[in-house]
């Protein structure tokens, strides 16, 4: 039961952040891409820019960062990596890497570009 709930409240989340995306002017590209590394949240282009952002829930936005580990990170890394082999411009597409956090009352925080290779 609480894993149901904690996987709704993901979506939840995850809705939200890909709203206020969509709001500031970006068009996705991709929801829950699944890689054979791994899964992205959202895929994002704005211009030539491609953006993949992880999103983190929990009660905190403190709490939900550090949701986020080395080996996550390098997951996500190779997953966007296998995206960016079906770009017209591949490896040489322009990408940024976000973290969107999002605390126990639904307020969402981005941290662009905080995952830079």
């Known amino acids: 039961m609480r894993q149901e709930r904690n996987y709704h409240a993901g979506l939840a989340a995850e809705t939200s952040v890909l709203r206020q995306y969509l709001a500031a002017g970006y068009a ?13 949240d959202l895929i994002l282009q704005r211009g030539d820019d ?5 999103v983190k829930k929990s009660r905190t936005f403190e709490a939900a960062a550090l949701r986020l580990g080395s080996r996550q990170i390098a997951r996500i890394l190779d997953t966007a990596s296998e995206f960016l082999g ?3 411009r591949g490896q040489l597409t322009p990408t940024r890497f976000d973290v969107a956090l999002v605390n126990s009352v639904g307020e969402v925080t981005v941290l662009e570009n905080a995952l830079a290779p």
Not at 33 to 38: A, E, L, T
Not at 50 to 54: C, D, H, K, N, T
Request: charged share 25%; proline share 5%.
């Open 50 to 54: 491609v953006i993949f952002v992880e």
């Open 86 to 88: 079906t770009q017209p």
């Open 28 to 40: 996705l590209l991709a929801q829950r891409f699944r890689g054979d590394q791994g899964e992205i």
